[in-house]
């Protein structure tokens, strides 16, 4: 089975509260286990960057799910890869937003606050990467 990695970002639709973001999550957590799909979802800005890993068509189906999703739109794949071994494995889907270190990274990439749209996609991917080390437990 071909395993791919899609990143993309969005933009939600209100502010998040962590009660949203929680309810998200849940699901997510809940589903992807079930689907074999795994990943890492920042939040901030009211910007979305997430990345999902998992058996092709799998990924796909939910892709086309979640931009379905009221709580976000203006949707934008920023890479799309096939991979040997997900880097998020560890997590149905992991989660960080304004943390010191989210900052910290942020810094590096030259942004105040999380600006996807104007990430290159290896720093998109190396942001989160960098990230699902340094989770944000809601
Ligand atoms: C930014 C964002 C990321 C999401 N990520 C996932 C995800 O990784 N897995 C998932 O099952 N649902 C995710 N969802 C939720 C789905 O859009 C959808 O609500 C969920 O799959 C339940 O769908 P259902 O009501 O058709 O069962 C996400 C939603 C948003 C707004």
Not at 59 to 64: A, K, M, S
Not at 99 to 123: G, R, T, V, Y
């Amino acid at each position: 089975m071909r395993q791919v990695r899609l990143i993309y970002y969005s933009r939600a639709t209100r502010d998040m509260s962590l009660a949203d973001l929680k309810s998200i999550l849940d699901v997510a957590r809940d589903n992807n286990s079930g689907l074999g799909i795994c990943g890492m979802l920042c939040y901030e800005n009211r910007y979305f960057l997430q990345a999902l890993e998992g058996e092709r068509e799998a990924v796909n189906e939910l892709y086309l799910d979640i931009i379905d999703d009221p709580r976000h739109d203006e949707a934008v794949i920023l890479s799309y890869d096939e991979i040997d071994t997900p880097i998020f494995r560890d997590w149905t889907m992991g989660y960080a937003a304004g943390s010191a270190h989210f900052s910290a990274m942020l810094n590096e990439l030259k942004q105040a606050e999380l600006e996807p749209d104007k990430l290159s996609q290896a720093q998109a991917l190396s942001f989160l990467k960098s990230m699902a080390k340094h989770q944000t437990q809601v």
